[in-house]
């Protein structure tokens, strides 16, 4: 089994910064791709930024320039720096790993359980 434990949402105003974490744990054998994805009411899951093994990022237009993903491999983290929040950047936010458990399996997608994020005054 492969577990993610998110943390760091919450409420926060307008322009202000919030730190989500996001935590691998369990039989993985190598993680390829970290994400953050997130989901509004009434609206599909979309993709916030990725970061591969080596570093490669990747950002939706909405969030660049104002949001950092990084991740520390040692500890199979991945970090979301949050900036210059905007009402509309509230959703729940969700952790993604692509990783294969055996050093013979393909890639499989790994979900976390979601943290709320709400930007408002």
């Known amino acids: 089994q492969v577990q993610l434990v998110e943390s760091g949402g919450g409420l926060v105003q307008p322009g202000g910064s919030l730190r989500l974490s996001c935590a691998a744990s369990g039989s993985i054998f190598s993680i390829n791709v970290m994400g953050w994805y997130r989901q509004a009411p009434g609206k599909e899951r979309e993709l916030v930024a990725s970061i591969t093994s080596v570093g490669t990022t990747n950002y939706a237009d909405s969030v660049k320039g104002r949001f950092t993903i990084s991740r520390d491999n040692a500890k199979n983290t991945v970090y979301l720096q949050m900036n210059s929040l905007k009402p509309e950047d509230t959703a729940v936010y969700y952790c993604?790993?692509?990783?294969?458990?055996?050093?013979?399996?393909?890639?499989?997608?790994?979900w976390g359980q979601g943290t709320q994020v709400t930007v408002s005054s």
């Open positions: 993604n790993v692509v990783g294969r458990r055996r050093w013979y399996d393909s890639d499989s997608y790994y």
